[in-house]
């Protein structure tokens, strides 16, 4: 059975993709990255992520096959475990991976100076301000929820988050990947514009990309049926495992 493993976003929790849009999917689940959700680890890179993910994934589903789908830092952690298995030439503890769906991110997730100034003097008023960008259709119930999630992470562990954004960089090693790639984004998305998912397309051998009509950065979220259709086509689509 081909499993879906979820990996959220900075400053996200599991919660960031909705309270059923994982459901969809059979088997499926979303893993919770560390220092949130009562694990204390401070970890600050993409890398680290990728070990911590690597590690509850196998323990998860064993030596199943298995695709990666990354919200945006969360794409990034996807896109690292990938790589590595593709240089190693082996599954890298998470059974196969056949493919990797990156919903609103990108090779390189650079961070504005002024994020991290706002986040640092002031989290509360900047968390509302960052999840008002998230959406096209910022209604006060998404917003909500998405400064709730990163009350739930806190501010020490956000910017930790951000920090390991803005040093991911991911662009000489893309023609590496050698499982295919969905790159899926928003027409709206303000933080990862249309370009940074045609741009994976691109530069991965078996990228592909989806533009999602109406959608800003959490399309998971606004536009849940057109995202689970691409995630479910792609997947369906992937290759035997050899």
């Known amino acids: 059975m081909l499993r879906l493993a979820f990996i959220h976003g900075a400053g996200c929790t599991p ?35 990728a070990d911590a993910v690597t590690s509850s994934v196998a323990e998860a589903f064993g030596d199943e096959d298995v695709v990666l789908c990354g919200h945006s830092m969360g794409g990034a952690v996807a896109m690292e475990i990938a790589l590595r298995t593709s240089a190693l030439g082996s599954p890298g503890g998470v059974g196969s991976v056949r493919g990797v769906v990156a919903i609103g991110s990108g090779s390189r997730l650079r961070v504005a100076p002024v994020i991290f100034e706002r986040l640092a003097a002031d989290f509360p008023s900047a968390s509302r301000e960052l999840a008002t960008m998230f959406f096209a259709s910022p209604s006060v119930e998404r917003v909500d929820a998405a400064v709730a999630d990163m009350a739930e992470v806190r501010q020490e562990q956000t910017i930790r988050d951000f920090r390991a954004c803005d040093a991911f960089d991911a662009g000489a090693r893309l023609q590496e990947l050698s499982v295919p790639l969905l790159a899926v984004t928003g027409d709206r998305d303000a933080m990862t514009p249309p370009k940074y998912a045609l741009s994976l397309a691109d530069r991965v051998p078996s990228g592909t990309a989806r533009i999602i009509d109406g959608a800003g950065h959490f399309a998971m979220i606004e536009r849940p049926d057109d995202v689970a259709s691409a995630i479910a086509a792609f997947a369906a689509a992937l290759p035997p495992r050899s």
């Open 15 to 49: 919660a960031a993709f909705g309270s059923s849009f994982v459901a969809r999917f059979a088997g499926a689940r979303a893993f919770a990255l560390p220092g949130r959700l009562g694990d204390s680890r401070r970890l600050d890179s993409v890398a680290s992520f």
